[in-house]
């Protein structure tokens, strides 16, 4: 799996809804991994994306009155394989997701997640190398 540059989304605040807990800590360690912000609460002057599973939810009603994004969650995976912030045209949520492919996307989650906890021990071991040298 090719790796973005370690500041990627940081320009984004991103915010999911409908998700579950373990998916939704998934994408929060992805995101921030990946320089974004990751909101567990919705603010209308600071969310740039709102992910979502369907637009039943308070956010997503919300959302479409402060004309915020909503978007299917595959968008943050096909922007991690393009090494770019990708249009969201084609990602805008118009109904709910089948269960099949939600259970897909925490599939696809877990793939990501793993590479950025292994990264960050990587990174974690390198930096105790380096202090033990300067010391």
Not at 7 to 27: A, E, P, Q, T, Y
Not at 62 to 74: E, F
Not at 76 to 97: D, Y
């Amino acid at each position: 799996m090719l790796q973005p540059s370690r500041n990627f989304f940081k320009d984004l605040s991103i915010c999911v809804s409908g998700s579950s807990f373990d998916f939704f800590m998934k994408l929060k360690t992805i995101v921030e991994y990946f320089g974004g912000t990751f909101q567990g609460d919705f603010y209308r002057y600071q969310t740039t994306h709102l992910l979502a599973y369907n637009l039943d939810s308070e956010k997503c009603k919300q959302a479409i009155k402060w004309n915020i994004t909503i978007i299917h969650p595959w968008w943050i995976f096909q922007c991690l394989e393009q090494h770019q912030i990708i249009s969201v045209s084609n990602f805008k949520l118009s109904g709910p997701l089948h269960t099949s492919f939600i259970c897909y996307l925490e599939e696809h989650a877990l793939l990501y997640y793993n590479t950025c906890l292994n990264a960050q021990k990587s990174i974690a071991v390198d930096d105790e190398m380096v202090s033990e040298v300067s010391h």
